[in-house]
């Protein structure tokens, strides 16, 4: 894929309903190339609460739940859990407040959709791309444990919710397999359940890479290498949570955000690239045959839907960690929750993107909504050209990459809606769609045993597809030009109003 280099406009576009699309004419820049410093910077923002002494089976829990649906909540460092190691820490909520903006590597006084196209137009538009670089060592190498000396219960892994089936150490993680094939390297996140000091159960959905992997190697009959990283830096994380193309490392697009390749050590077990910066690295393998009990967990839509089954079990050989180890912890909770967030700003620009690339001309924004978890309900605004233009850009939104996996909603408005703002979004489609003729139904599309809305009987035959809905909430276009005006003020004349009377809101 060819690169490009990219300046950006440093005029803002307006969109919506005041909303701009913001483009600095500052590159983006990652103060951070680990957790620790990503830690500083967010001490530096006066946004971490340290705590102490809460238990992991279940304070810890009780704190990220009501931190999560939050957006100007702490990001919360807890320390001295009983019955873990020493020193140890678990890290959660990280991506709140003005260190969501620091996360990604831009202003702090960017709104949310400014931020998400900041990533689209820096970093998702070009998924510039610099390999990792082998190192012979690293700060995660200062504690290597392998035999009798394996016990992953000591870190400080909380049981999250009160209905889990255990402990998970592996939800603010990324697993690193190999493609038995060709050899490619995908780190994804999939959660990770504690069975015991020696052995995890790992789950993954019907359709993800790594779960396409872990098939090949069971009908192979081979075991699979697996390298979970549980204390990577927070953008590391994110990517193993994006929707990357196939065939494409996330540690290829890291080194391509950060301007320098991410050093990695290779795997004494697996041989797999393990970053050398990482907190805690657990590397291991999944033997064909090996299953055990995994579940039940409370999943992203906010529901208990995968049930107890059973699932790969993975041996572990060896763990790796720094002195005084923080676990990351990014728990989903009923939406929204922190997972919504940064959902919605990275999937809201890759979405953009997708539908871009896809032939369809003219779209403005796009946003993948927190209330659905960046999945269930998508929003496009685009300026319409010709009949059918709203259509086309709601169906390719509900099956690109981005839109295609366990969607629901898909609303397509005018540029003059700020697809951030679901009450904006909402009256576009209240006031500008018909039931009866501007709802298209497309059955058959891609879910998840995840979905809570799969009938039991369909779950039982493993018949894991759902229907989409795609609404046309534009102004129609044979008669759009005898549509009602809007009673209220064009971007321009809105901040104008805010430049002349914005004090007078301030109280």
């Not at 000396?149 to 009160?162: C, E, G, L, N």
């Not at 592996?170 to 959660?191: A, L, S, V």
């Not at 620009?349 to 269930?376: D, F, S, Y």
């Amino acid at each position: 894929m060819a690169q490009q280099n990219f300046m950006p406009d440093p005029m803002a576009t307006p969109i919506g309903n005041g909303a701009t699309a913001a483009r600095s004419n500052t590159a983006p820049f990652l103060p951070y190339h680990d957790l620790r410093q990503w830690l500083e910077e967010a001490h530096k923002l006066g946004e971490v609460q340290e705590v102490g002494g809460l238990t992991y089976e279940r304070d810890i829990g009780m704190v990220a739940e009501m931190s999560a649906h939050a957006d100007d909540a702490p990001c919360f460092v807890f320390r001295d859990v009983p019955g873990t190691m020493p020193g140890s820490r678990l890290l959660v909520n990280f991506f709140a407040g003005k260190r969501k903006n620091m996360t990604l590597g831009f202003s702090t006084e960017l709104s949310k959709l400014e931020l998400s196209e900041s990533f689209r137009v820096n970093h998702a538009g070009m998924l510039k791309r610099i390999p990792p670089k082998f190192v012979e060592s690293g700060p995660v190498m200062q504690n290597v444990v392998t035999g009798d000396a394996i016990d992953v219960t000591k870190f400080p892994a909380p049981q999250w919710h009160p209905k889990d089936g255990g402990r998970y150490i592996g939800t603010g993680c990324y697993n690193i397999m190999r493609d038995p094939d060709n050899g490619w390297i995908n780190c994804g996140t999939y959660r990770v359940m504690i069975h015991d000091a020696k052995t995890l159960g790992f789950y993954i959905s019907p359709g993800k890479h790594g779960r396409v992997m872990r098939d090949k190697y069971a009908a192979r009959g081979e075991r699979m290498p697996v390298a979970i990283v549980c204390g990577g830096d927070p953008m590391s994380f994110l990517m193993g949570s994006s929707e990357v193309p196939q065939g494409v490392c996330e540690l290829d697009v890291i080194g391509g955000m950060r301007g320098q390749p991410v050093e990695v050590i290779k795997g004494p077990i697996t041989g797999l690239p393990i970053p050398a910066n990482a907190e805690i690295v657990i590397e291991g393998f999944v033997e064909p045959g090996n299953v055990r009990e995994e579940g039940p967990f409370g999943e992203w839509t906010g529901y208990y839907a995968s049930d107890e089954r059973p699932e790969p079990v993975i041996d572990v050989k060896a763990i790796y960690h720094r002195h005084e180890p923080i676990l990351l912890g990014c728990v989903p909770q009923r939406p929204p929750d922190e997972i919504c967030r940064w959902r919605a700003i990275v999937r809201s620009a890759l979405l953009r993107e997708n539908i871009e690339k896809a032939g369809v001309p003219g779209i403005t924004a796009a946003w993948a909504h927190e209330v659905g978890n960046a999945r269930l309900l998508l929003a496009v605004a685009l300026k319409q050209r010709y009949p059918g233009h709203a259509k086309q850009a709601g169906h390719i939104a509900a099956q690109c990459h981005v839109g295609a996996y366990c969607g629901r909603y898909v609303i397509v408005v005018d540029d003059d809606i700020d697809v951030s703002n679901l009450e904006e979004v909402i009256w576009a489609l209240i006031t500008r769609s018909d039931p009866a003729t501007s709802i298209d139904i497309v059955r058959g599309a891609w879910s998840t045993p995840l979905d809570p809305r799969i009938e039991p009987e369909r779950r039982a035959v493993g018949d894991y597809t759902n229907s989409r809905a795609i609404i046309d909430a534009c102004r129609p276009w044979h008669w759009r030009d005898k549509f009602p005006a809007v009673n209220m003020p064009t971007p321009e004349e809105r901040r104008e109003g805010l430049q002349r009377f914005g004090d007078l809101m301030k109280g």
